[in-house]
Nanobody
């Protein structure tokens, strides 16, 4: 098992930046895939970005060029650097860890982009 704790959310103006962190309770070295999802009010949860254990990444089209996902094995942490934020990025952001037969989620962190 692995527990995930997100942090770094908050209120930011359009065009601003935030960095989300996802701290894992154990080593993430062997976790095949980790990612960030988000859910806006009244909408389904959607994939934002994922990173494999080999370091390959994938992003939803609307965040490409603005968001960067990374993983720090020494700190057992996954980050999501979000730049040029837009009001449509407002959502609760969730960290996810996928193993072969298990799926783990954090509690979420609120990101609000508003002037």
């Amino acid at each position: 098992q692995v527990q995930l704790v997100e942090s770094g959310g908050g209120l930011v103006q359009p065009g601003g930046s935030l960095r989300l962190s996802c701290a894992a309770s154990r080593s993430i070295f062997s976790i095949p895939l980790m990612g960030w999802y988000r859910q806006a009010p009244g909408k389904e949860r959607e994939l934002v970005a994922v990173i494999s254990s080999a370091g390959s990444t994938n992003y939803r089209d609307s965040v490409k060029g603005r968001f960067t996902i990374s993983r720090d094995y020494a700190k057992n942490t996954v980050y999501l650097q979000m730049n040029s934020l837009k009001p449509e990025d407002t959502a609760v952001y969730y960290c996810n860890a996928k193993q072969t037969t298990s799926d783990y989620w954090g509690q979420g962190t609120q990101v609000t982009v508003s002037s």
